[in-house]
T-cell receptor, first 111, second 114 residues
Framework: QQQVKQSPQSLIVQKGGISIINCAYENTAFDYFPWYQQFPGKGPALLIAIRPDVSEKKEGRFTISFNKSAKQFSLHIMDSQPGDSATYFCAASFSGNKVIFGPGTSLSVIP | NAGVMQNPRHLVRRRGQEARLRCSPMKGHSHVYWYRQLPEEGLKFMVY????????ESGMPKERFSAEFPKEGPSILRIQQVVRGDSAAYFC????????????FGQGTRLTVV
């Protein structure tokens, strides 16, 4: 019930394309859904986050779509750039508790 | 305002030795979380601490692992009698309070057991 599922495991997108990463959860007590970006050899960095009372949140080229009834949420990266190549983790937490991470998606943006 | 500081960045230990990993949270942050990341895998929660208190240690192995966050000084993750399977990247994150779930991560300590 604490698990967060994430797909795909890896993703190759051409420069300028849209990268889409999907996540799903079971525990309806989760009330905070962050996305983290991690470059090799670095710690995860918070990219964007959403709470379940909002269906969509956009920050620059990054958009989270949230479907509360389906218990699913996704990250869209518009106009993907080679500099976006990294591993992306969706995550969930509740009541300021520990953050549960998905297994990660390795994104490669090719010129 | 410095970020979350972890040291050492790299640590090599022989089997059976002890490993001590340090984490200094961001200024004003009193909540610390430790995560372990195995190669090509996601981050697995280990322990959540507040100053002088362990709040949630449900992800900590029952033996050889311990954590503390004293009133003064950094948080310490201690691994006794290390084995090869302990080789991983260990990340620390901090947040200002329980209600604020925005956690900031350090650069991690990469432990190699030889």
């Amino acid at each position: 019930q604490q698990q967060v599922k994430q797909s795909p495991q890896s993703l190759i997108v051409q420069k300028g394309g849209i990268s889409i990463i999907n996540c799903a959860y079971e525990n309806t007590a989760f009330d905070y859904f962050p996305w983290y970006q991690q470059f090799p050899g670095k710690g995860p960095a918070l990219l964007i986050a959403i709470r379940p009372d909002v269906s969509e949140k956009k920050e620059g080229r990054f958009t989270i779509s949230f479907n509360k009834s389906a218990k699913q949420f996704s990250l869209h990266i518009m106009d993907s750039q080679p500099g976006d190549s990294a591993t992306y983790f969706c995550a969930a937490s509740f009541s300021g508790n520990k953050v549960i991470f998905g297994p990660g998606t390795s994104l490669s943006v090719i010129p | 305002n410095a970020g979350v500081m972890q040291n050492p960045r790299h640590l090599v230990r022989r089997r059976g030795q002890e490993a001590r990993l340090r984490c200094s949270p961001m200024k004003g942050h009193s909540h610390v979380y430790w995560y372990r990341q195995l190669p090509e895998e996601g981050l697995k929660f280990m322990v959540y601490l507040q100053k002088e208190n362990i709040i949630d240690e449900s992800g900590m192995p029952k033996e050889r692992f311990s954590a503390e966050f004293p009133k003064e000084g950094p948080s310490i993750l201690r691994i006794q009698q290390v084995v090869r399977g302990d080789s991983a990247a260990y990340f620390c994150a901090s947040s200002p309070d329980r209600a604020n779930t925005e956690a900031f991560f350090g650069q991690g300590t990469r432990l190699t057991v030889v």
